[in-house]
């Protein structure tokens, strides 16, 4: 996951918004969650970036059906 965030260049906020939103058959953590909601609520820049990035893995097919 580390060299796909460095190839799509990802940033920050939206390699946690896609570890949040894995195929892993685990929830994330309380902790990885409750960074994206603080980025969420303190900056309309975030949440905006935040939404889109939820938008795409929404609309993922295919392998990816598990991204949200």
Do not use: E
């Amino acid at each position: 996951r580390i060299l796909s965030k460095v190839l799509d260049s990802y940033s920050d906020m939206q390699a946690k918004v896609r570890f949040a939103t894995s195929n892993d058959p685990w929830s994330p953590s309380g902790a990885a969650m409750n960074k994206l909601l603080k980025l969420h609520i303190t900056r309309k820049y975030w949440f905006i970036k935040i939404m889109k990035m939820i938008d795409k893995r929404l609309n993922d097919h295919g392998k990816n059906w598990r991204h949200v």
